[in-house]
């Protein structure tokens, strides 16, 4: 089963960028849900954004608007561009998914539907 490892945390000031990329160690599959997750100390898992191979994306709400969820041509990494990051927006995050289903990326989001294979995670600091 492949594989899946997060790259470009940090920490940043409010305000600031960070973009995450995520890479599958293995052979995947044309059909696919990729999500975005994030989990703060003491809070609970949610969903942050998720597309799927129909070309279709969600994004909570809280995210909306400052986040991008995106693929690589060759489609194999996927990453997550995050501006005007605020103190709220720390936590780790993990990038998951699932290959050979294309889950609707709104239910990945809501937790509806969830992605079985995730990553180890990168933490997140924003500083006010």
């Known amino acids: 089963q492949a594989q899946l490892v997060e790259s470009g945390g940090g920490s940043v000031q409010a305000g600031g960028s960070l973009r995450l990329s995520c890479t599958a160690s293995a052979g995947t599959s044309t059909t696919y849900s990729l999500g975005w997750f994030r989990q703060a100390p003491g809070k609970e898992y949610e969903g942050v954004a998720a597309?799927?191979?129909?070309?279709?994306?969600a994004y909570a709400d809280s995210v909306k608007g400052r986040f991008t969820i995106s693929q690589d041509n060759a489609k194999d990494t996927l990453f997550l561009q995050m501006n005007d990051l605020k103190p709220e927006d720390s936590a780790t995050y993990y990038c998951?998914?699932?290959?050979?289903?294309?889950?609707?990326?709104?239910?990945?989001?809501?937790?509806?539907?969830?992605?079985?294979?995730r990553g180890q995670g990168t933490l997140v600091t924003v500083s006010s």
């Open positions: 597309l799927d191979s129909n070309g279709k994306i």
């Open positions: 998951a998914a699932d290959w050979g289903t294309d889950w609707t990326p709104s239910t990945v989001v809501s937790g509806i539907r969830a992605l079985n294979v």
